[in-house]
């Protein structure tokens, strides 16, 4: 008997399929509904498999008594505020700092002490399930996103597929569908890191805060570099975002929201690294460790971005990540920029969830802006570094706000780069780049 050709078959099917050949666990969501022999659930609006959650709290942290394990559940499944993106924000700092409990001692003393949600050092040690059609009771009607993705019990990801076969269900309808999904069972989304929309053609991903033209594409398993031919955007966006540890160091290290003020925010936009941003940064994070070793040379090497690409969020990812490294023992990270220097360091103090996390400090040094002095420039004073000149080796002219610029600014040559501490060689229209103390060039910037 042909099997009738639907989402469920051509879309869903698949993506269980793929989870599971990661070591995922599957369940049909009817199954954990309430009142099933095998149901997790006392009631359709519950979103959060408590079983599950106290299970993995009870292994990670086994220490803690029954009735605290009760109180860590409790803390994760009643984060409650008006704005979603707010909740979604908070939950998120209880994923992945822990949650604080006082818990007493053998004396009856209380002595605070954090929980693990996740194990991040080590993913195997924790629970990964797939679960299609999941029934939530919301505020109008009953609705069932296509596959859900839970960790511990949590629901990080939701898949919204559409069925390619029909001219009027696009990923955009998934995306809509998302946007109906957010109003009518906001409970899921706090808790949510991943959004996806796709059919076998297309696939994207996003998060809460994400506008259509915000929604990406993933394109690479293992590498940006990946020739995946005969492999749908779906399967490499799946296999990509959802392999174990990828998954966890995105949610990890790869999550910031972005405040829309570096003080008493009222709004957060969250926003997850693209692919390019992801294999990169580990790239440099992985050159950091080998360049940091006894024997290492102390070159990192060059991050190159293009113009619009996102290298301000690649450095915010990057300190996310290499703050946290032992190797590095905590790293003072020091940025070295051209004339929207301000701009960029103020734009890291709104991402509150990578600056407050970083136990030492954040330098912000305007002291020199290093320019590359080539003659060429006079030739192409419009184009080369938006408009700055050189003039007689000393001076710089800014030709956007038509003024010549004095010290602190230095004109250095390449030969004078090279004999930095950093001992890398800048190209000549690079002029914003980043270094830790241990001197090391991380990034720089075209603006060609």
């Not at 001219?167 to 989304?189: G, H």
Request: charged share 30%; glycine share 6%; net charge neutral.
């Amino acid at each position: 008997m042909t099997k009738k050709l639907n989402e469920d078959t051509l879309t869903e099917q698949p993506v269980i399929a793929w989870l599971k050949e990661m070591g995922y666990d599957y369940e049909f969501g009817p199954d954990l509904a309430p009142g099933q022999v095998l149901g997790e659930r006392e009631d359709f609006r519950e979103v959060v498999l408590a079983g599950r959650l106290k299970r993995s709290i009870r292994r990670l942290n086994p220490d803690l008594p029954e009735a605290a394990i009760d109180d860590v559940a409790r803390a994760i499944t009643r984060v409650e505020h008006p704005n979603l993106e707010i909740a979604n924000k908070e939950v998120y700092k209880l994923l992945t700092e822990g949650v604080k409990i006082g818990v007493r001692d053998e004396a009856g003393e209380e002595r605070g002490r954090l929980a693990k949600i996740f194990d991040f050092e080590n993913p195997q040690n924790n629970e990964f399930l797939v679960v299609n059609q999941f029934a939530i009771r919301g505020l109008e009607k009953v609705r069932r996103p296509d596959v859900v993705v839970f960790v511990n019990g949590i629901p990080l990801a939701i898949f919204e597929l559409k069925n390619p076969a029909l001219e009027n269900a696009t990923i955009y309808t998934a995306y809509e569908q998302l946007r109906e999904y957010k109003k009518d069972i906001p409970e899921i989304f706090k808790y949510n890191q991943v959004l996806i929309v796709g059919d076998l053609i297309e696939a994207r991903h996003g998060t809460i805060s994400s506008s259509w033209e915000w929604f990406s594409h993933w394109k690479g398993i293992e590498s940006e570099d990946e020739k995946n031919h005969g492999i749908s955007e779906l399967e490499t966006l799946t296999r990509g975002i959802f392999h174990k540890v990828r998954f966890l160091d995105i949610v990890q290290n790869f999550i910031v929201f972005e405040a829309d003020a570096e003080k008493d925010a009222s709004k957060y936009t969250k926003k997850m690294a693209l692919y390019h941003q992801y294999f990169g940064v580990n790239k440099a994070v992985n050159e950091t460790l080998r360049a940091a070793k006894p024997r290492g040379n102390r070159k990192i090497g060059v991050f190159w971005h293009t113009q619009g690409s996102g290298k301000s969020l690649s450095m915010v990812f990057y300190t996310n990540k290499a703050k946290r490294l032992e190797e590095l023992k905590s790293p003072t990270f020091v940025f070295l920029t051209g004339k929207s220097a301000h701009a960029i360091f103020s734009g890291y103090l709104n991402f509150e969830n990578v600056i407050k996390q970083i136990t030492t400090k954040l330098k912000y040094m305007q002291k020199y802006q290093v320019i590359y002095a080539d003659p060429s420039w006079n030739q192409k004073a419009g184009r080369a570094l938006k408009g700055y000149k050189v003039i007689d080796g000393k001076q710089v002219w800014d030709g956007v706000d038509n003024k010549t610029l004095d010290l602190p600014y230095k004109v250095m040559s390449v030969a004078e780069i090279a004999d930095l501490p950093i001992k890398e060689i800048v190209s000549k229209d690079a002029h914003l780049y980043m270094w830790v103390t241990n001197k090391y060039l991380l990034q720089a910037e075209k603006v060609i």
